[in-house]
């Protein structure tokens, strides 16, 4: 059973970083992009970032490109989202979900998805 | 930058009902969209990708449709348990941008 458990949430000042952390279990992580998406208190949900299977090729939606870093250890099973200069706009649900396959058969993006970790910029 | 609409913004339904929900790309994305289901408190559940393919299992009840700007989700004979926000996304540009709709809310009461 694919299983994401993010972790790394909690109340930050604007201005301030944290540093977001996503197990996954039940898949062989490397061989799979995988993606952060938040949900933005009455906005829904919104992309934020996807790194490839082997850890080549980030892309960001604009609103944190230049701010944001996704990376993996996939050694560990992990994929990480660090957060720099925050903002109030920035205050949501943090996902991370199973991206698709990043070679051979295709499988669709957002297969699983974990239960998400609360991120708050407020002073 | 793809902009995606969705409609209704609510749909209020009935057990049994069926729903269409529309969701509208401000340009052709091909086939390249999916449908999640979201639930207060869970995580989203990929029901549909490519259009009309449905997730590992869906239940047949939930149907995709469409191509290039207009899609459609349909919801045969509705359950209670249906009552969610659902959401289409695109995922046709490059550098990928991922991008939801609004969601549309359905009420099944």
């Known amino acids: 059973e694919v299983r994401l458990v993010e972790s790394g949430g909690g109340v930050i000042q604007p201005g301030g970083s944290l540093r977001l952390s996503c197990v996954a279990s039940g898949f062989t992580l490397e061989d799979f992009n995988m993606h952060w998406v938040r949900q933005i208190p009455g906005k829904g949900l919104q992309w934020v970032s996807v790194?490839?299977?082997?850890?080549?090729?980030?892309h960001y939606a604009k609103s944190v490109k230049g701010r944001f870093t996704v990376s993996r250890d996939n050694n560990r099973n992990s994929l990480y989202l660090q957060m720099d200069t925050l903002s109030a706009e920035d205050t949501g649900l943090y996902y991370c979900?199973?991206?698709?396959?990043?070679?051979?058969?295709?499988?669709?993006?957002?297969?699983?998805w974990g239960q998400g970790t609360l991120v708050t910029v407020s002073s | 930058e793809i902009v995606m609409a969705q409609s209704p913004a609510t749909l209020s339904v009935s057990p049994g009902d069926r729903a269409t929900l529309s969701c509208r790309a401000s340009?052709?994305?091909?086939?390249?969209l999916a449908w999640f289901q979201h639930k207060p408190g869970r995580a989203p559940r990929l029901l549909i990708y490519d259009a009309s393919t449905r997730a590992t299992g869906i239940p047949a009840r939930f149907s995709g449709s469409g191509s290039g700007t207009d899609f459609t989700l349909t919801i045969s004979s509705l359950q209670s348990e249906d009552s969610a926000l659902y959401y289409c996304q695109q995922s046709h540009d490059w550098p990928p941008t991922f991008t939801f709709g609004p969601g549309t809310r359905v009420d099944v009461k």
């Open positions: 979900a199973k991206g698709g396959r990043g070679f051979g058969e295709v499988t669709p993006d957002f297969d699983s």
């Open positions: 340009q052709s994305i091909s086939n390249n």
């Open positions: 790194i490839s299977w082997d850890g080549g090729s980030p």
